[in-house]
């Protein structure tokens, strides 16, 4: 609502709450920087600002909603939505934990970002462009990587990275 500036009152006035309440909301999140003063003028004994959204758009981190987070149960269930949700949520979570670790030394960040557009006329194509994809990165992922974790459960060798692929639809 606040992608232009907007003062509590017009914000009251549209969400049919008063402007008290408003302001209470409005200042909370100017505190928290997602909302900042662009303008404030005065009329007689009345000052008006005017706030605008910090940011076009807002990630919530997945660790803030607790129970209710998308989570990755099992592999079994990889073609639901949830599971999707949940491995995204898992890579904000990890990027979010990294970055915050490092702080601001500026240390570029190893990662790989691949994404593409693809089609496929039916289910039973897009069901084996899944297998052959799985195939191919269990094999690039065993000639390449060392195991995440010893039998003996221990951590295994080498800096932990995290890999996940989407396949979901673009269009409703």
Request: charged share 25%; aromatic share 4%; glycine share 6%.
């Amino acid at each position: 609502m606040a992608r232009r500036p907007m003062s509590t009152v017009e914000m009251a006035e549209r969400l049919d709450e008063p402007r008290q309440r408003i302001g209470y909301h409005v200042r909370q999140l100017v505190g928290a920087g997602l909302l900042e003063d662009v303008e404030i003028s005065r009329r007689g004994a009345m000052i008006d600002k005017r706030y605008r959204a910090s940011a076009a758009a807002y990630v919530l981190a997945p660790d803030l909603l607790g129970p209710l987070a998308a989570r990755v149960e099992s592999s079994a269930d990889r073609e639901s939505v949830t599971h999707l949700l949940g491995a995204v949520n898992e890579v904000q979570s990890d990027l979010t934990r990294v970055l915050s670790a490092r702080g601001a030394s500026g240390e570029r960040l190893p990662t790989l970002t691949v994404s593409t557009r693809i089609r496929f006329r039916r289910a039973r194509e897009r069901a084996a462009f899944a297998d052959a994809l799985t195939a191919a990165l269990t094999d690039v992922i065993g000639r390449h990587s060392s195991p995440f974790v010893q039998t003996d459960g221990a951590a295994g060798a080498g800096e932990p990275f995290r890999l996940t692929l989407t396949l979901h639809p673009t269009e409703p």
